[in-house]
Every structure is written in structure tokens, then in C-alpha cells.
């Protein structure tokens, strides 16, 4: 276990060094970075002042040595819009993203689980093809366009809901369905497919011939191995979901770092571009690293791998 | 014939293709079939509602902000849409099946560093990842269609790999190599063929998901410039109107959901007929 658990780790590590080293690369793929910080208008030797000033006249291996020891120490440069460390804004900001991520997240388990399982044990039934149905739509919602007829229907026309920012908890209903559509589809689909296919082995087929009622088999003997493909997607939509985020929070003009993201790129605030960016891998990353640990609580066969 | 004979055997599948018909239809001929010009602009007939009778004609969807026939635009608009869509596809195939071809064939230090990168290109979120590269290049249809390729080739490396270290070990393959094939030759003459299938059901799913994409980073203005008519762009224009002309941002909408919708089904067909696990389960 405790093997599986350090490879892991060292794996995470790896990959966040990878996405530190994409990072770097991502504001030089376009050649000299200063032309993107700077306004068009800079002159030139504003431009040589802020290129020696920010290390862009060094060598890239230098540049680098330097860009990682300071994102070791969470420092990625001030803003260059606000005065403040680019990091600094992004963990600010996080906390509103995080309540609405996981509201939206909480909403897709509850609302798929029951459903994809409902699907799954009344395959080729009415409940089957209502949720197969539901999914489909699901799937193919834009979510841009699902929280502009959210805001039409809830806001401008009935006027029970907030159409924008955040506060209580009314603020969050909107975004949370516009955010929670699309995976809510995706876990529903993959349960019902993966709970068909536990509810055909041989084992559930022994239970069920030793009389075992009905309810118990779904829910402890084939739920519980179903779970685990659905768990790898579920930690697949938190990425989906984070990301998602971006455009539901500029919509409803909500304070988390998605609209920060956005307002750095109209910006040019690529301090705080490649803070976010980074950050996300971050969070993305430690939570397939719990994923896999779950796995491992979950799964005796991987532990002893 | 057979496949396309069983394909249709299902009826939600038969409607996809219509769908999906239409839009390609719309998406080749677009200013040809458009019944007005979709940039002709009119202040005197702007926020017309759906079926109003304009000065040159009806305006079947009403008209927009500045005057402008929504249909027109809708039709016009679905060509962006198809051409990111399916060209995003295609790059993501080209590199993603290379790579996992690759890696399924020599898995040892090359197989392990590609499948390194796709593990830190999935703890980037794909929006993220595309409103980066985005701001740094500045927004063009080309860095569109590269970046949404670019960001989503892991599936198809993943899955190709996965199949390809099965099928090297079959016999086949063995023979082949026992015989002296070149390595280029295992690849492209028999291991690409056996796993064309898997790339089409990923290609048939992508392509709505693309679609997806390139709508929502138009919506946000970093898509195709904003001279050309997009489905994105429409509902980020008439997003200002919902309260008093829903149908500026509703009839983008509504093409856009039915054409994915439409690519949806024909995808999902697809894979019910050549994933050989999703067919077992139907028997």
C-alpha cells in the first residue's frame, strides 16, 4: 500500500513539473514575451527595460532555473494590472470557485447515481430511455447558452433568482445547473454502461439464484464495482468542471478565478495567466492523486500491484 | 451498403443523419442559400421578431441588433462551425493516433515519455488551456483549429496505444516481424487497420464536442474573428436582447444544440455497431 501510495506521489510530482515546464514554454511559444506584457504602444526602450527587467535577455535555461525556483516558493510576479502578487489573486478568488464547482459536482452525483441506476437495472425499459434521452440532451447543451435561458426563464421572467454575483446560496442554484449539465450526462451514461455490464457476471447471477432480494444486489454487490469506473470519471469532470467554470462564472458575472482568467487575458495580465493555469493543474492533480488512493481503499487487487 | 443498411435500422440514428446532413448542406453552400445577405445591416428593421416581412422579403427568424436576417447568418454561421469542428478532429486524430501507435509498438523510453505528456496535457482543462494559447497567439481560425486539435489528441493516443499492445503480441504481427518488416510497415499495414474502428467512434463523439468548444470560445470572443458570423459569436451579441428579442440568442442556440445533438446520435450509433464491447452488451 505504502509502495503504491509513493508512486503515485512521485508520479504527481512529475506531472506538475510537467505542466510547470508546458507553462514556461506557453507565453514564449510566440517568440519575445514582452510584446505580449507590454501595450502595443511601448517604445522601444521601454520594451529593453522591461525584458532586462523581467530576466527575457537571459538565457532560456537561466530563465527557467529562475521561473521554477520562484514557482517553487508560489511566486509567479506581480500582477501587472493589480498591485499584487499574481498568486496571491488567484488564491482569493479560489474559495468562490471552489463552492461552485462543488455544488455543481454535488449536484451531477445526486441527480446521475439514481438516475444511471435506474436506467441500468431497467435496461431497454421506459425509465431507460428517459434517462438515455436526458443524457443525450444533456451532452449536447451548450452551457453558455443553457445559463442565458436560465437567467431568461429564472431571472428576467419569473424573477426568483439572482441573474448575477454572489451571496447566499440562491446566487449559486443557476450556475450550478448551468455547470452541472454536462457531466451530469457523462457519470449518467457511464454508470447505467458499467452497471449493465456487473449486473451480467457471474457473481451477481449467484447471488441473485441464492435469493438474495433484489435491492441489496444493486446496491452493495454490483454498485460497488460499478463505482469504480464511474469514480474515474467523476475525477475526470472535476477538470471539465473547473474549466467549465470559466465561462459560467463570466456569464453570471461571478467573482471566482475563471472571470479572473478572462479579465487577465483582456488584459494582457500573463503574470496571472500562468498562476491560474498552473494552480489548476495543481488542484487537478491532487485530486487524481486521492482518486487513486480511493482506488486503492476501494480495490484490494491494486493495492498489492 | 450492409453497414449503412444497419446503421439506419435505428430511427434516432436515421434523424441524426438528417441533422447532420442539413448542416453540412448548409455548411457547403452557405452564402448561396442564405435568403438576404447576413451582413447587409438595416437600423430601420432591427429586433424584427421571427416571420416578420421585411422591405426585402421575410425574414423568416427575425433580425438582429443591427438589422441583420438571423437566418442568413444561422446558415452561413454553420460553416465555421462544421470546418473548425471536423478539421479540430482531424488534427487531433492525426497526432493522437501517431502517438499512440507509436507508443503501442515501442513501449519502452519513447511509449513511456509520450504517455508522460498526455498525463500533464489532462491536468490542464482543456478551456484553460485553449484561452492560454489563445491569448498568446491572438485569435485567428487557424490557431483555433490547432489549439482545440492540440488539446484533445490524448484520447486517441490512449486508446490506439492500449489496442496496439494487444495486437503486437498476436500472431500476425509476430510473423511480421519474424519476416523482417520494417517497423513503418507494422504500423501502417497492420496495426493502423485494426484499430480504424475505435477511431471512428472516438472521431464521431469528438467532432460534437468540438463543436461545443469552438461555440463557447467564440461566445467569450476568443474564437473566429469577430467579422465572420458564428453560432458563438450570434448568442454573445444577443445575449444583450434575451429580455425584449429572445430570438437573437435563441436561434443560434437552438442550431446549435440540434447539430450536436444530431452528430450525438450518429456517434452513438456508430460505436453501438463497431465497439466490439458495446455490441456484446446489445446481444
Known amino acids: 500500500m505504502l509502495n503504491f501510495l509513493l508512486t503515485r506521489l512521485v508520479h504527481a510530482v512529475a506531472v506538475v513539473f510537467g505542466v510547470s515546464v508546458a507553462v514556461f514554454f506557453l507565453i514564449r511559444i510566440g517568440g519575445d514575451p514582452s510584446a505580449l506584457f507590454l501595450p502595443p504602444e511601448a517604445s522601444l526602450e521601454e520594451i529593453a527595460r522591461f525584458r532586462h527587467l523581467m530576466g527575457f535577455d537571459q538565457p532560456l535555461i537561466v530563465q527557467f532555473r529562475q521561473f521554477l525556483g520562484r514557482a517553487l516558493q508560489g511566486d509567479f510576479g506581480q500582477s501587472l494590472r493589480y498591485d499584487q502578487p499574481a498568486m496571491q489573486l488567484v488564491l482569493e478568488r479560489f474559495p468562490a470557485t471552489l463552492e461552485l464547482s462543488g455544488a455543481a459536482l454535488l449536484l451531477s452525483v445526486v441527480v446521475a447515481v439514481p438516475l444511471g441506476l435506474l436506467a441500468a437495472v431497467q435496461r431497454g425499459r421506459l425509465a431507460d430511455r428517459v434517462g438515455l434521452f436526458l443524457s443525450l440532451i444533456g451532452q449536447s447543451f451548450p452551457t453558455f447558452w443553457l445559463a442565458i435561458m436560465l437567467i431568461l426563464l429564472f431571472s428576467e421572467t419569473w424573477g426568483i433568482l439572482p441573474p448575477s454575483g454572489r451571496g447566499g446560496w440562491l446566487n449559486l442554484v443557476m450556475p450550478a445547473m448551468a455547470l452541472a449539465a454536462y457531466s451530469t450526462a457523462i457519470i449518467t451514461r457511464l454508470l447505467r454502461s458499467s452497471m449493465i455490464e456487473v449486473l451480467q457476471s457471474d457473481y451477481i447471477r449467484t447471488a441473485r439464484a441464492k435469493g438474495l432480494a433484489p435491492l441489496p444486489i444493486i446496491l452493495v454487490h454490483a454498485l460497488r464495482n460499478a463505482a469504480i469506473p464511474t469514480l474515474t470519471v467523476i475525477a475526470l469532470q472535476v477538470g471539465a468542471l473547473l474549466g467549465g467554470a470559466v465561462i459560467t462564472e463570466e456569464i453570471f458575472a461571478y467573482p471566482g478565478i475563471g472571470r479572473l482568467a478572462i479579465q487577465a487575458i483582456s488584459n494582457r495580465d500573463f503574470t496571472v495567466i500562468q498562476a491560474f493555469v498552473l494552480f489548476m493543474a495543481v488542484v487537478i492533480v491532487s485530486i487524481n492523486f486521492l482518486v487513486d488512493v480511493a482506488y486503492a481503499l476501494l480495490d484490494p487487487r491494486i493495492r498489492r500491484r | ?283
Open chain 2, 1 to 283: 451498403m450492409q453497414f449503412l443498411h444497419r446503421f439506419l435500422r435505428s430511427k434516432l440514428a436515421l434523424l441524426g443523419l438528417i441533422i447532420v446532413l442539413v448542416v453540412l448542406i448548409a455548411a457547403v453552400f452557405g452564402p448561396a442559400i442564405a435568403p438576404h445577405d447576413p451582413d447587409a445591416q438595416d437600423i430601420m428593421q432591427r429586433l424584427l421578431p421571427p416571420l416578420s416581412q421585411g422591405e426585402e422579403g421575410r425574414h423568416w427568424l427575425g433580425t438582429d441588433a443591427l438589422g441583420r436576417d438571423v437566418l442568413s447568418r444561422l446558415i452561413v454561421g454553420a460553416r465555421v462551425s462544421m470546418l473548425v469542428g471536423v478539421a479540430a478532429v482531424v488534427v487531433s486524430a492525426l497526432v493522437g493516433v501517431t502517438c499512440g501507435l507509436v507508443a503501442g509498438y515501442e513501449d519502452r523510453v519513447l511509449g513511456r515519455v509520450l504517455m508522460a505528456i498526455t498525463d500533464v496535457q489532462l491536468a490542464i482543462p482543456f478551456l484553460v488551456l485553449a484561452l492560454a494559447v489563445v491569448a498568446v497567439l491572438g485569435p485567428s481560425m487557424w490557431n483555433l483549429i490547432l489549439v482545440l486539435g492540440l488539446a484533445n489528441w490524448v484520447q486517441y493516443a490512449r486508446v490506439v496505444r492500449a489496442e496496439c499492445l494487444v495486437l503486437r503480441n498476436l500472431d500476425f504481427v509476430q510473423a511480421a516481424l519474424t519476416c523482417g518488416t520494417t517497423p513503418f510497415t507494422i504500423l501502417w499495414r497492420h496495426l493502423l487497420p485494426n484499430v480504424t474502428s475505435s477511431i471512428t467512434v472516438i472521431s464521431g463523439l469528438l467532432v460534437a464536442k468540438m463543436i461545443l468548444f469552438e461555440s463557447s470560445l467564440s461566445f467569450l470572443g476568443l474564437g473566429v474573428p469577430a467579422a465572420i458570423p458564428t453560432w458563438g459569436s450570434m448568442i454573445a451579441d444577443g445575449r444583450n436582447y434575451v429580455a425584449n428579442a429572445w430570438w437573437v440568442a435563441a436561434m443560434p442556440g437552438w442550431a446549435l444544440f440540434l447539430t450536436v445533438i444530431g452528430i450525438n446520435l450518429v456517434g452513438d450509433r456508430l460505436r453501438d455497431l463497431l465497439d466490439p464491447r458495446s455490441t456484446q452488451l446489445e446481444n
